[in-house]
């Protein structure tokens, strides 16, 4: 079952959206300079609704969100070096430090990339990470990524969890390179429920 909004306008504030949960003040200043990070955070993320209605760009009655983020070799250099900036010249937008560990990653596994999903439940959800899917792909346990938060209780694990209502946490994985070739459009699946999306070519 195809539940999406894929407006360019959601994906936009889906991507800054990314930011703004893994950081733990969840605020930004007015004047966000981000850099290259910016251009190419909206290419590189993705709605997945679990359980909703859909009505032009708004999703109603979800039982839950997955917001994916797709960390390339372009993505993780421009937060490397965003990074490399910001602790010369001082933070204008503080990129959360686990984003930047999720990041560094990337280089770990050959011929794999690394996806970050954000899973926010609206109501009682039984979540299993099995359920989850990239152009066909599902993860395992050995491709989970471990480790990267201070707070456990926000890092999901392989397996199945109930999660309660307002519940917010991540679950990063790698995924070989031939289910997410460039300018290939894939499906990002939990379960039934999926989104179309397509893969930044190499010039993104």
Request: proline share 5%; aromatic share 10%; with cysteine.
């Amino acid at each position: 079952m195809k539940l999406s909004a894929r407006s360019a306008g959601i994906v936009v504030l889906a991507a800054i959206e990314v930011l703004l949960v893994f950081s733990q003040s969840g605020t930004a200043c007015a004047s966000v300079r981000l850099g290259n990070v910016e251009k190419l955070l909206p290419a590189r993320t993705a709605i997945c609704w679990y359980d909703a209605d859909i009505l032009d760009d708004l999703a109603l009655n979800a039982r839950g969100k997955i917001t994916f983020l797709y960390v390339d070799g372009k993505l993780s250099g421009a937060l490397a070096r965003l990074k490399e900036e910001q602790m010369k010249n001082g933070p204008v937008f503080e990129i959360p430090p686990q984003l930047f560990a999720y990041s560094n990653k990337y280089n770990s596994r050959k011929k794999h990339v690394v996806f970050v999903a954000r899973v926010e439940a609206m109501k009682i959800w039984e979540f299993d990470s099995g359920k989850i899917s990239v152009g066909g792909y599902i993860p395992s346990e050995k491709d989970i990524i471990r480790g990267v938060s201070a707070n456990p209780n926000a890092e999901l694990r392989h397996g199945t969890v109930t999660l309660p209502k307002n519940y917010h946490g991540y679950i990063g994985f790698f995924v070989p390179v031939e289910n997410v070739k460039p300018g290939t459009e894939v499906k990002l699946e939990y379960g039934e429920y999926f989104t179309d999306w397509l893969v930044p070519s190499k010039n993104q």
